[in-house]
Every structure is written in C-alpha cells, then in structure tokens.
Nanobody
Framework: QVQLVESGGGLVQAGGSLRLSCAAS????????MGWFRQAPGKEREFVAS???????????DYVDSVKGRFTISRDNAKNTVYLQMNSLKPEDTAVYYC?????????????WGQGTQVTVSS
C-alpha cells in the first residue's frame, strides 16, 4: 500500500513558478513509476508528467506537449518524494494537480493517487 500526499499548490500570477511535492509512504518508492495529472473545472483529468522507477542507469521522463520546456519532474528516492517544478505558468495551467504511482507503466488508471492540490494561475 502506498499513500501519497501532495503539497505546494497555491495562487500565482501568470509567468510565475510553483514547485509541487508528493511525499510517498512505503519502503519501495524507487520501484514505482511516479507522475502528475491535472483536472480543470469541467474537463477530464489529463496526464502532465511522469518519471520512471529508479534502479537502472537511465531515468525516463515524459511530458504532455503543453508543458514541455516549462515543467520538470524529478524524484528523490532518499526522501520518497517526487517533484514537479512549474515555470512560466499560464492561466490554462489552473487545475487540481494529482500525484500518482504505479508499479507498472503509469496511466490514468494508476494504482495509487493523492488527494490533489489546487494550482491557480491568474492573468
């Protein structure tokens, strides 16, 4: 069982930055694919970014096209934490951001989810 707790959301002006954190319980954090999804009012939940599980020499990351070059996902296995650094924020980034974890490939049907953190970008 994995419990995920997000933090770092808030209100920011367009062009600003925020860093989201997701703290995970459990001793096998490094074995999980981790990622972020978001859901804006009236819209479906969408994939934002993912990072592969650690163990090999290469860690793979992936991003939705709309955040490439602005968002960076990273993980610190010693702290059981995954981060989402968000720069050059736009009003269309406004959403509830959810952390997700899966022992296999991360999808919208991930095994574990956090409770979400609100990000609001004002114009």
């Amino acid at each position: 069982q994995v419990q995920l707790v997000e933090s770092g959301g808030g209100l920011v002006q367009a062009g600003g930055s925020l860093r989201l954190s997701c703290a995970a319980s459990g001793r096998t954090f490094s074995r999980y694919y981790m990622g972020w999804f978001r859901q804006a009012p009236g819209k479906e939940r969408e994939f934002v970014a993912s990072i592969s599980r650690s163990g090999g020499s290469i860690v793979y990351v992936d991003y939705v096209d709309s955040v490439k070059g602005r968002f960076t996902i990273s993980r610190d296995n010693a702290k059981n934490t995954v981060y989402l650094q968000m720069n050059s924020l736009k009003p269309e980034d406004t959403a509830v951001y959810y952390c997700a974890a899966d022992s296999s490939v991360l999808t919208a049907y991930a095994e574990y989810w956090g409770q979400g953190t609100q990000v609001t970008v004002s114009s």
